[in-house]
């Protein structure tokens, strides 16, 4: 049992979450307090999707979605040693069961989780890892049910916790979307269709929508769109230009402007709604031969990978890969 004043509340009774005094300090608040980071029982056929490290607490999330703590991350986020936590885990199956042992498994068991060991590894790690499930009853453990040796770092790190499971907080922190509904490298690309959607007149077309197929092949060799990688701009000037100089309007009618917006967190979005052209939709074959024969034909689709090379936005390799495999494509 805790030593604490059996008087006042525990927090494991209530709903309300408890607010930390405002000196209170430890590696949790301070972890709180960061931004999320914009990249197993036995040995698992997993691997680990995602992890980082945030003021010496390790944690991830692996390839199925179980989120974890590393067993130093677990010690400190208990006030214990990392040997403490080495311990429990080469107690879990003794016999007798060692009194701290039991308690833990009790605490699991009230929220009807059984295990036959509290770590794993993964197949791309050698290091023992701890689910959430495990990691937060051995916390509760020490912040109320270790008598003398009840650390008040578990303590206060559980009370921060309070109202906020440490699955959603490993989440956060990791920058996992459990849903995986549109995966990390997409979602940009998805915004800005998503912020494009019913914005051109009837009978009309605009450049982005119609390179899509550029960018979801780009994007299939690892080149996925950005706020440094925006090929529409290119394209779009340079269409425009092929447009004036030849006068197209004569034979396809007057081009018109329309709201175009970036997604809130593109840079480009301070000067949102932007015009931009949109063009007749008697000009689409014309615009996808002059997109396959001239802008990716004659080098110009080229030229625009390499200056972004030049900049700094795009890697060599990426820039070479990408040519190959969407010239390849169109070939």
Request: charged residues 25%; aromatic residues 10%; proline residues 7%.
């Amino acid at each position: 049992m805790s030593t604490d004043d059996p008087t006042k509340q525990d927090p494991r009774n209530t709903s309300e979450p408890i607010t930390p005094k405002p000196n209170a300090s430890s590696a949790l608040e301070r972890v709180l307090r960061s931004k999320p980071i914009n990249p197993k029982q036995g040995v698992l056929a997993l691997e680990i999707a995602k992890e980082v490290e945030i003021e010496g607490i390790g944690m991830g999330v692996l390839s199925d979605g179980t989120p974890f703590l590393s067993g130093r991350g677990l010690a400190r986020l208990c006030g214990v040693s990392n040997s403490v936590i080495v311990e429990i885990g080469a107690d879990w199956n003794g016999e007798p069961a060692r009194p701290r042992v039991e308690r833990i498994k009790a605490i699991l068991a009230e929220r009807g989780v059984t295990t036959e060991t509290p770590f794993s590894r993964s197949e791309n790690d050698p290091a023992y890892i701890y689910p959430d499930s495990v990691s937060l009853a051995v916390l509760e453990y020490y912040a109320f049910d270790a008598g003398a040796n009840v650390k008040d770092t578990a303590r206060r790190n559980y009370r921060i916790l309070a109202g906020k499971t440490l699955r959603d907080f490993i989440y956060t922190q990791v920058g996992y979307d459990p849903t995986n509904a549109v995966p990390d490298a997409w979602k940009q690309f998805h915004d800005r269709v998503a912020v494009t959607f019913n914005k051109v007149p009837p009978g009309f077309f605009i450049v982005f929508k119609e390179i899509a197929d550029m960018v979801v092949t780009l994007g299939q060799h690892g080149l996925h769109i950005d706020e440094n990688f925006v090929p529409d701009i290119s394209v779009g000037r340079t269409w425009s230009a092929h447009w004036t100089d030849n006068n197209l309007n004569e034979e396809f009618g007057e081009r018109q402007q329309c709201d175009h917006e970036y997604p809130d967190y593109f840079p480009q979005a301070a000067s949102n709604p932007q015009q931009i052209y949109c063009y007749p939709e008697a000009a689409l074959g014309e615009f996808r031969r002059w997109v396959r024969e001239n802008y990716v034909g004659e080098g110009k689709f080229a030229k625009y990978l390499e200056g972004k090379v030049k900049k700094g936005d795009l890697p060599p390799s990426f820039a070479t890969l990408a040519l190959a495999a969407y010239v390849g494509d169109e070939g």
